[in-house]
């Protein structure tokens, strides 16, 4: 069964190169577009794609709006996505997978932060800097989907923190996916540069508008370098009818620190992939995930920690509970390379199934090629703690009350993490009413 | 009221005399209960009838079956009732949730209470008392009178502030957790208090402040059973009747003098008589 028409797509992509040809990225496209077709899409055999199948996503046939970069979607559209604590923040939309600088609002000063369409940066004074930085992760995630979206560049966006600022500000980035006529297919690429002794905090959510297909396949890529502080956020709440298949990729390539947080409460089929790479010596990272799942959603962390330099630390925590027919997948690799002495790396998974149907699967690897280093996993699956649900219903407290209490305080630990504060507010509140609620 | 008086005004050779009887209200009557756990069974018939106003020690050797007669009352699901009655102020409890088993006023003190990251001390309680409440169709209580119930019995049983605020015995020592037990009684207000063996692991001092909460709380519409191994609690509570729990069954029962007989003897001569009669 032909899973894409592959016909379509080499018609829109001939299409794009002639009306963006002739520059820096028309290339990157190009030698996307090899890889594209040079590579299968991945299947069960693929180690990576062992528990997580892409099949069904790709035997739909998908509306690609490479080419147009208008706004399919309306203001009023917009404002059903903003996120609490919108007011402060630089609100950056995306229809489509295209960045719409007429739909957006940058709040912080062009003196500490910079924000360009891609095709801008590229033919522009930012041409070095993106041609060092574009790309990087398929050195890393050399999959076809990968590639796909590498294949399409077009209307993605640029964001450059200036030396030495705290961006007060954090940037949002809010994905909208027109499905009310098509399967819409969405290719969002951002390149993201936090220079020395910069602060940027970066959240994400997506939403899926009419009741046809959504299929987002997203790349972040980001370069942090010394003294900086960058903050990831990942919010994921869309219908079951959004799918999404996204890298966020961090390269560490100063002494820098790294936090990221991904939140995942509903869709269709979910894969994120989290990569930070420590390029630099004394490197710090965070990274935090939560999946609360229903329905029929499936949810796959993929997470990669490179340890390519010595005196680095991180520290990884993923929660997750699975409710009805959804499963969860956690695949935590972390690479210690010979260089990387003294690394300190720590990862845990915990899971919860409330339902005989729900399923995980949860897989830590650790590669360790240098003798001097502290390293530890440990994952977990389980039910609900049997002792504590009676201590509460012994008290008066329904067994429903009950059980959601013991589920927020198994999720706060993630949720506070969150460390803007209206954001951290929503993301309980989401949480509250999803355990009082029908999760069928 | 939960206590009826009956008043004889007779009189005998010209002289006036009253008597009054107080008949108390009986409370819990457990008529034959049985109980097996992963098919063996613990409680072998077990016969209990306890009024208001009474305080009730249990005690017997370990494995005897107090603990799961605790468990089974309180609805502990892993228990199951093969057999008998358990009435509860004119209701079968038996078919009742554990939480609906605490709305009409049954209250166990655990042996090992729970320790529960995440969930705070504080919000608990107001959501257990708000869920009484509910069941008996009342009305939340507010933040202001909620902190002043608080405040009141935070006094009564002399338990600390800053442990409410913590997750739910979260590194709590022994003697704290068993005074949050405490305390949550006080806050609940149940008819029927189970200690289950709540004077395990405290020292002198804590053992005094939670005895001395429990009889604080003492009236003659509330009953209280106490499990224990020890005299000591027993010194505090001055139970009304003493009870022996033997290989699932209640094979003797006395005043508070028999507690004092066990602690000389030991269980060995209820054993020998129970065997005597057995054969």
Known sequence: MERINLEYLGEKFN???TIDPDNLLTDVRREGFKNFNKKRLPTFKNEEWKYTSVSDLFKKEYHLTEDELKPAISASQVDEIR???????????FANGKYVPELSTIRSSKDQLVILPLEEAANGIYKDLVKEHLGKSALFINDAIHALNTSFIYGGVFIYAVKGQIIENPVYLYHISDAAENHILSQPRSLVFAD????????ETYK???????????????????NAILEYYKIQNDGPNGSHVGTTHIRQIGKCYAHTVVVSLDGGMIRNNTNIIMEAAGNEAHMYGLYLLKGNSHVDNHTLVDNRMPNCFSNELYKGVMDARSTGVFSGKIFVRPDAQKTNAYQTNNNILLSENASVNTKPQLEIFADDVKCSHGCTVGRLDEEALFYLRARGISKEHAQAMLLKAFAESIIEQIKIESLKEYAEQ??????KGDNS | MDKEEIIFNIQVEGK???????????MLSIKDLRASVEGKEILKGINLDVNAGEVHAIMGPNGSGKSTLASVLAGREEYEVTGGSVDFLGKDILDLSPEDRAREGLFLAFQYPVEIPGVSTTNFIKTAVNEKRKYHGQPPLDAVSFM???KEKMNLVEIDKSLLTRSINEGFSGGEKKKNEIFQMAMLEPKLTILDETDSGLDIDALRIVANGVNKLRDENRAIIVITHYQRLLDYLQPDFVHVLLNGKIV??????????????????IKDEFLSEAV
């Open chain 1, 83 to 93: 996120l609490p604590g919108f007011e402060n923040a630089n609100e950056l939309v």
């Open chain 1, 430 to 435: 989401l949480i509250e009413e999803r355990l």
């Open chain 2, 252 to 269: 003797k029962s006395g005043t508070k003098e028999l507690a004092l007989e066990l602690e000389e003897k030991g269980y060995d001569f």
């Open chain 1, 196 to 203: 020395s002794s910069s602060k940027l905090q970066l959240v």
């Open chain 2, 148 to 150: 002043k119930l608080m």
């Open chain 1, 15 to 17: 299409q794009l190169q």
């Open chain 1, 208 to 226: 899926t508008i009419g009741s046809m297909d959504s299929f987002t396949n997203e790349v972040v890529e980001v370069a942090v370098k010394d």
């Open chain 2, 16 to 26: 006036k005399i009253i008597i009054k009887f107080y008949i108390r209200k009986k």
